[in-house]
């Protein structure tokens, strides 16, 4: 997985957001693996493997990513006897999804796993300890899409913002409005997450 601020947006959500300040791995409560679901299918719309056909994400093709775990996504999308739209496709990609991307950001000397739980508000979370806290601190900065107009920095901002991780910084239909122009899927991805989110943290009150 590449790792810089320009070139993954599901390595970037992990580091910046996913993970707190510590490196702990949040609850299933914070909506957080929605998420990285939805920054893995971001990424894959951008680069332009996936579209979307009567509101159904659909694989193109032929093409394969060079990373991973954007790989096995889009196995599994090809794979699939059943359409499904973007928000279902954020909720069964959310399982798991922080152990795929975890792995290679390991195998890339990025992230290592601690030994033990360490105390969370949920209890006791896995934990991992940063090794390459440039990339880090890079990932946080790119979450300023204000300053930084790149797509990059606004997908991540607007992911941040969809699970409540971080204040956003411009208009909701601003958002959508600049992803759509990137690719049509993103801002159904958008959408899915926020979505996602918000009945996670519903049924988490009833």
Sequence with gaps: MKTDATSSLCGDFMLAVYLDEHGRVPG?????GFGLSGAMLMELALDGFIHTIDGYIVAVHGAQPRDRALGEVLVRIRSSRT?????EWVRALSVGAHKRLSADLIAEGVLVRTPRRWPSAAGRARRYDVLRGEGRDAAVRSLGGTADSSGHSIALAALASAC????????????????RSMSPVCPQVLT???????RGALSSWT
């Design 192 to 198: 899915a997450v926020a979505d996602c989110v918000w």
């Design 164 to 179: 409540g991780a971080a204040s956003a910084d411009r208009e909701w239909s601003e958002y959508e409005a600049i992803l």
């Design 28 to 32: 299933y409560r914070t909506g957080l």
């Design 83 to 87: 359409l499904r739209t973007a928000s």
